[in-house]
């Protein structure tokens, strides 16, 4: 029996098959984004439930993420080895197991791991999607088919967190994962009937399988390094033994990748001036991007005590803005330099995250949300611009590397800003914390003030004296945890602030190394 290749579909359902596909590859990839936005407005639930503190939670978003990078790598591989429909079922096969063994974890551990493989799978999904809406749009119809890509990946950031919220509010975190399941077992289905699948005479390429196990290696060693620096001490063995392993993984894959002849990563392509500054303002866009993604839900459940509920409702109108605006920016950049795009675009982000960086437990609702919404316009304005920007300067045999290689800059930088942000988040407390320690004592006014009233109601309460000394100082810890926390997350805030700023420089000089080209 011949094999159902794209021609043989389009042979049977006729234009029909562009609809078909098109909804087939957007229920795998919402079901895959939905799952990467939804778990950020569970983290505080997920820290209570298996009493961790937010450098180990953390990695709930950074292993996804840094899982995710390293399967957009095997994307090309997977499809010329096995063709879209069996890595299509495959990847969503995977992605239900890994999503029933996150609702079912028993401990943070299994959670952790499962994030990871949901990682994988939605770094597979995503070009894999885009590839397939090429194969079956005309070129003359593909900038719809890139419009309904961007619907499917927007929808999830859209409406997670709101959903998130929802189902923990009525359930609990655990339905954060079961949620995404009928939607993956759905696309499952369809796609055995309207995906394509591998022709039989097509060569198979070769998997760059040391360049994948030293990548993987280094990101994994030098993010857990990072993660683990705070709490075992950044000149403690163990760290030190992982920065070094890192280090010795990462120019071991940078040595072989320019010598193997099939590489993971093509590092030739950053031989293009414009090329390589375009990939350093997406790894540092993406440094920035994720860490604020991570960092507001946190903020608004953990210091001003929203619900998940609300925390999912303060991102929805940045997601659906950004859903509106998208096309513009799309449109707008065709007709606009792409580095006017992307400076204004970062000082959107930059300017929003400074003004985060003001925030406290009494910041209004809509103040943060307008912030959010400021830092989403930023983000339609950059990702075509910046893609635009990047491919523009190549030539034809190299588009593919260079596209990949953008989409791994980016991923790249997310996973190391929500790791690096963490790590900023817990110095940046324990620092304010003890300053804030070292001025309670009994010539601190307002302190002993506090400690009188609070006293005074104890005893109206019927405490005994001893008691209502112990709960007066407890109550003064208290407050000064959270005031010590609000100041960790602004420093952080204003951190993402100079990150993008400093995301300016090599987006001047993208717009330079273009003029002197032309």
Known sequence: MASETAELLAARYGPRLRLYATGTAMLGMVSAVLTTTIVNVAIPDIMGAFGIGQDRAQWLA???????????????????SFGERRTFIGALALFVAALLMAGFSPNEDILIFARIVQGAVAGV??????YVLFRVFPPEQRGTAMGFF??????????????????????????????????????????????PERDDSSKRSTFDLIGF??????????????SNGQREGWDSNLVLSLFALAITCGL????????????LVELRVLGNGQFTAAAVVAFIFGLGLFGTVYLVPLFVQLVQKYSAFNAGLLLMPAGLI???FMPLAGYIADHTPARALIIAGLLCFGISSYWLAAVDSNTPFWTIAWLVVLSRVGLALI??????AALRPLRVEQLSQGAGMINFARQLGGAFGVNTLSVVLDRRTTFHSEALTSTQSGANTATAELLREMQALLAQAGVSPDAQIAGA???????????????????SFLVCAVIFTAALVPAWIMGMRRSRTA
């Open 322 to 324: 950004l859903g509106v």
């Open 383 to 388: 990702k075509p611009s910046l893609n635009l």
């Open 213 to 226: 196990a030293l990548l993987a290696t280094a990101l994994g060693t030098l993010l857990t390094g990072l």
């Open 473 to 491: 100082l407890h109550y003064l810890g208290r407050v000064v945890h959270a005031q010590a926390y609000t100041a960790g997350f602004r420093d």
């Open 150 to 195: 961007g619907m499917s990946v927007i929808l999830g950031p859209a409406i997670g967190p709101t959903l998130g919220g929802i189902l923990i509010e009525h359930f609990n975190w655990r339905y954060v994962f079961f949620a995404a399941v009928p939607v993956a077992l759905a696309a499952m289905l369809l796609g055995g009937f309207f995906m």
């Open 252 to 263: 071991g894959f940078l040595a072989w990748e320019l010598k193997v002849a099939q590489p």
């Open 125 to 130: 999904l995503q070009p894999l999607s885009m």
């Open 62 to 80: 950074t292993g996804a993420l840094a899982a995710m990078t390293v399967g957009m790598l095997t994307n090309a591989w997977l499809v010329s």
